[in-house]
């Protein structure tokens, strides 16, 4: 089984601090995305990389960056962290190999507060 | 551009009763779609995906969806829902570069 792996399940920071959150995955899979997820809006992609050291922006990136510079592990960072960026976030993986077909794996979310 | 919608917020049924959750999709070319459930606290877990042949597919946990392209419709349904489904559930469609695209999500409550 796949298993992709977020460092923390619930993280506190304060507003301006540089936030890292970090992901793992165990299956050699090239794509890799970060989502925050918030009521009613469902997933919303932030950024999503093809392989090592690519990355793309998705739809809302704004105050965001990420690095990926081994191939299973792909980190979010917030620059300066603000009150709005307060959210569930999520972590998915994914093969290439069989196309659009291979679904997305997830970890299990880091839920953070910013105060 | 691609999108999916999940008409329905909030559904409550009772244990031991049908559901159908709804899913539209709006995509250009053969859709590649997916149903995801999500317990409180956890991450997505996949339960079924459709990309071709037989339209009506079936997943675990006893899950199965039907793919109508005359409706751009991937509904999911269950013949006898257990209190264990309260969950919230997903509807995606993967787009030509990899990544996907999400529905807002329908929140299932389950009544004794």
């Known amino acids: 089984d796949v298993k992709v792996t977020q460092s923390s399940r619930y993280l506190v920071k304060r507003t301006g601090e540089k936030v890292f959150l970090e992901c793992v995955q165990d299956?050699?899979?090239?794509?890799m995305f970060w989502y925050r997820q918030d009521p009613g809006l469902g997933l919303r992609l932030i950024y999503f990389?093809?392989?090592?050291?690519?990355?793309e922006k998705g739809d809302i990136p704004e105050g965001y960056s990420v690095s990926r510079e081994k191939k299973e592990r792909f980190s979010l960072i917030l620059e300066s962290a603000s009150t709005n960026q307060t959210s569930m976030y999520l972590c998915a993986s994914k093969s290439v190999e069989g196309g659009l077909n291979q679904p997305q794996h997830f970890g299990d979310g880091t839920r953070l507060s910013i105060l | 551009a691609q999108s999916v919608t999940q008409p329905d917020i909030h559904i409550t049924v009772s244990e031991g009763a049908s559901l159908e959750l709804r899913c539209n999709y709006s995509y250009g070319a053969t859709p590649y779609l997916f149903w995801y459930v999500q317990s409180p606290g956890q991450g997505l877990q996949l339960l079924l995906k459709?990309?071709?042949?037989?339209?009506l597919v079936q997943g675990i946990k006893g899950f199965e969806a039907e793919f109508k392209r005359s409706q751009s419709s991937f509904n999911l349904r269950k013949p006898s829902v257990h209190w264990s489904d309260a969950a919230e559930y997903f509807c995606?469609?993967?787009?030509?570069?990899?990544?996907?695209?999400f529905g807002a999500g329908t929140r299932l409550t389950v009544k004794p």
């Open positions: 459709y990309f071709s042949g037989d339209t």
């Open positions: 995606a469609v993967s787009r030509w570069n990899n990544d996907m695209r």
């Open positions: 990389s093809y392989d090592v050291k690519m990355k």
């Open positions: 299956m050699d899979h090239e794509n």
